[in-house]
């Protein structure tokens, strides 16, 4: 069967599918809205199993479309989650009907005329860009780049073929919140990164408790960093309360003061990410209703009091270890002075682990009380 005889049954059926992408592996998935032989607009669900936005996908760049995966089953389940527990997500879009001879220039067109940002996939070597778009001809586009780390750029504008697109995603909550964004035409802030030395202790301590956002590196490449303001500073560790990309509360995170490669408080993504937060929080959407962000942190016996923590509520834990490149997932099963065994999932289809104990000075890195977490923990542990 054609993918476009499969994706017309399931528009029919209104069936939940995933299409994945040849290029880039990515998994949209979601409900058919409208096609036409080239093109397949769909509703799509994040990975929490909320609505978030849409994607006109070109047809020849699927790979496969599926509508019976171990992946579906996890996503209806987390959409019924979703829903149970009133979770936050963005406001719905409600699109127009569009010309289906023309679907894809239509689409393009009302993104146009919305000033909506939007995410083109395929176009350049990087296959990912956002930009809004400043003019559609019936074979061409024109696209005003944006740089959601540097907002210097404001006119790089460049055309692209029609057919050079992949895929365009638009209308969910992070492009929604940056077409707000980018209207209020922020200027560039020059950014102020410091690389990590002995006195790291010495300047996150007055930050500790402060609203202000920091950016910590972990490598020297820039592209891993976290998002998150200081809870708390020891001799050798750093707890941030982290924001996510959508500007909500991300979790938590410990992170060894050796393992930091740089520290900013001041980069155009921070100024971004912190309107972002302020907008939640006076929306009171800053925090998912099934997330905690009040947890406290003693000072003595950090570590053995954190993981007591840990293990009576059972979190799911991301640990990354010193000397190791790999991070895993595991639960906490008992706090020591100096150690903590950990139930290491070696098997998520099944959700089998094995028990290892570890030195606390063994950890570099622990996340945990972000949304994912929350459903990684009723998938794995029964």
């Known amino acids: 069967m054609s993918k476009y005889r499969q994706l017309q049954q399931a528009y029919q059926q209104q069936q939940l599918i995933d299409v994945i992408m040849r290029a880039t592996n990515d998994i949209y998935t979601g409900k058919v809205c409208q096609l036409n032989p080239h ?4 509703q799509v669900y ?4 909320l609505l978030n936005g849409y994607v006109i ?6 790979a496969l479309v599926n509508t019976s995966s171990g992946d579906l089953q996890r996503i209806k389940q987390r959409i019924f989650l979703a829903q149970e527990q009133k979770l936050l997500g963005a406001p719905p879009l409600i699109l127009p009907h569009f010309s289906e001879q023309n679907l894809l220039t239509a689409v393009l067109q ?3 005329k919305q000033r909506q940002v939007a995410l083109f ?17 019936a074979k061409q586009l024109q696209l005003s780049l944006l740089d959601v780390f540097d907002f210097s750029d404001k006119e790089v504008v460049r055309a692209f073929l029609q057919s050079q697109l992949e895929a365009v995603e638009f209308g969910g909550q992070e492009l929604e919140q940056a077409t707000s964004f980018f209207a209020l035409q922020p200027q560039h802030t020059l950014p102020v990164i410091v690389k990590a030395n002995q006195y790291l202790e010495t300047l996150l301590k007055p930050l500790q408790g402060s609203s202000t956002l920091l950016m910590v590196y972990v490598n020297i490449s820039h592209n891993n960093f976290y998002v998150g303001q200081v809870i708390n500073v020891t001799a050798d560790t750093v707890v941030l309360s982290l924001v996510d990309q959508d500007g909500r509360f991300g979790g938590y995170a410990l992170i060894r003061l050796d393992a930091i490669k740089f520290v900013s408080a001041q980069t155009d993504y921070l100024k971004m990410i912190n309107v972002y937060r302020t907008w939640h929080q006076k929306a009171h959407t800053f925090v998912q209703p099934v997330l905690n962000d009040q947890m406290q942190f003693s000072v003595t016996d950090f570590w053995q009091n954190t993981f007591e923590q840990l293990t009576q509520l059972q979190l799911i834990i991301r640990i990354q270890l010193r ?7 595991a639960y906490s099963v008992a ?8 139930a290491i999932f070696d098997d998520l289809q099944t959700g089998t682990t094995q028990i290892h104990e570890f030195k606390y000075q063994d950890l570099e890195r622990v996340a945990f009380g972000y ?4 459903f990684t923990k009723t998938e794995l542990i029964k």
């Open 110 to 112: 009302y993104l146009c």
């Open 335 to 342: 706090a020591k002075a100096t150690s903590v065994q950990l």
């Open 39 to 42: 093109h397949v607009i769909m």
């Open 323 to 329: 000397q190791l490149d790999t991070d895993f997932l």
């Open 121 to 137: 996939v395929g176009i350049t070597q990087y296959h990912y860009q956002q930009a809004q778009i400043i003019n559609v001809k």
């Open 46 to 49: 994040n990975d929490y199993g």
């Open 57 to 62: 996908v070109t047809i020849r760049a699927i």
């Open 371 to 374: 949304l994912n977490s929350y």
